[in-house]
């Protein structure tokens, strides 16, 4: 004889039930999905970093059009396949981005949703589109310097919006692409910024593109040891000339403690590339030998450093 067991369910109980399965679920497809957008001005380097995020295994979407960002977001949530994706959205939308931050509001409240802008100077993407030889999205018959700062104005209210602000003046392609990896890969720590080292001769200028510069013109010369002046600051022997002096040492140590102490809070102001400036007369032998020194002690330090000498021959 089979014996059925049969348990009865209040309605009200069976209401409760089901809802609170629904909302389990939904928690969970909200933890599990994540959504980058990426926008921000014209030439900034948007599509190469959503290449960076589709290396990184994102589904990426460009240009996708302002009434189906939301449906793609359900989408997603609802995807055993898809748990990571990103989007370009920008200008090219036209008067439709007006509606982007409402958007962006509420998809915070569905997925996981993280806005990263990018940006740069006007100088900088007028270069670009100069070396491209593109017109701006907005049109042919303006400037690219008007066409900006109308952009700049239309970007405001979605800038605001942004969990992450890059700057990509000073940045190649390359080193772009490794700065949002990390930020991506490792998240925001106070290593995550680029920093250049630069020498340079006061008898040229200071580098317009410098945040800090130092004077290293106290150093003693070796433009005047006739065995290291047709040398320079990157010879071991020359480089040592310049180390043998106390003030040398005791400049090394005080200015390697001040950055130590000052790069973090540049990071926490939202500053992704530094630039040190270091200058001598011509820029042949102390600023090269002291910005090769201070990029082998951030390196150390964990920072990612590269060098350039602006005067000083190849």
């Known amino acids: 004889m089979c014996h059925v067991s049969i348990q009865i369910v209040p309605k009200s109980a069976k209401n409760?039930?089901?809802?609170?399965?629904?909302?389990?679920?939904?928690?969970?497809?909200?933890a599990r999905t994540q959504l980058v957008i990426i926008t921000g001005l014209s030439g900034s380097g948007k599509a190469s970093v959503l290449k960076v995020f589709e290396d990184q295994g994102y589904y990426c979407v460009d240009n996708l059009p302002m009434e189906l960002i939301g449906r793609?977001?359900?989408?997603?949530?609802?995807?055993?396949?898809?748990?990571?994706?990103?989007?370009?959205?920008?200008?090219?939308?036209?008067?439709?981005l007006k509606r982007l931050p409402a958007i962006i509001n509420s998809l915070r409240k569905q997925v996981k949703t993280t806005v990263l802008f990018l940006e740069a100077s006007d100088e900088a993407l007028i270069r670009r589109f100069s070396e491209t030889r593109r017109p701006h999205p907005l049109g042919k018959d303006?400037?690219?310097?008007?066409s900006l700062a109308r952009e700049?104005?239309?970007?405001?209210?979605?800038?605001?919006?942004?969990?992450?602000?890059?700057?990509?003046?000073?940045?190649?392609?390359?080193?772009?692409?490794?700065?949002?990896?990390?930020?991506?890969?490792?998240?925001?720590?106070?290593?995550?910024?680029?920093?250049?080292?630069?020498?340079?001769?006061?008898?040229?200028g200071v580098p317009n593109d410098a945040d800090l510069v130092f004077d290293v013109r106290f150093l003693p010369n070796p433009h005047f040891v006739p065995q290291f002046r047709h040398l320079t600051g990157r010879n071991p022997q020359v480089a040592e000339y310049i180390r043998s002096f106390p003030q040398t040492q005791e400049f090394i140590e005080r200015i390697s403690q001040l950055l130590i102490y000052l790069i973090p809070h540049y990071v926490s102001e939202g500053k992704s590339y530094l630039t040190i400036g270091f200058g001598c007369t011509g820029g042949q032998h102390r600023s090269v030998m002291i910005a090769e020194e201070f990029k082998k002690r951030l390196a150390l330090a964990g920072y990612k450093v590269k060098v350039t000498h602006r005067d000083s021959p190849k």
């Open 152 to 204: 700049r104005k239309q970007l405001k209210p979605i800038r605001a919006l942004a969990d992450i602000v890059v700057d990509s003046s000073k940045f190649n392609v390359h080193e772009l692409r490794v700065h949002v990896t990390d930020k991506f890969t490792t998240g925001e720590t106070d290593k995550s910024i680029l920093i250049s080292c630069v020498s340079f001769g006061y008898k040229a």
């Open 72 to 96: 793609f977001a359900e989408l997603a949530k609802q995807s055993t396949e898809i748990n990571k994706a990103a989007l370009v959205v920008d200008i090219r939308e036209g008067d439709q």
């Open 142 to 146: 303006a400037t690219v310097r008007s």
């Open 16 to 30: 409760l039930a089901i809802p609170a399965v629904r909302r389990d679920r939904r928690r969970h497809d909200e």
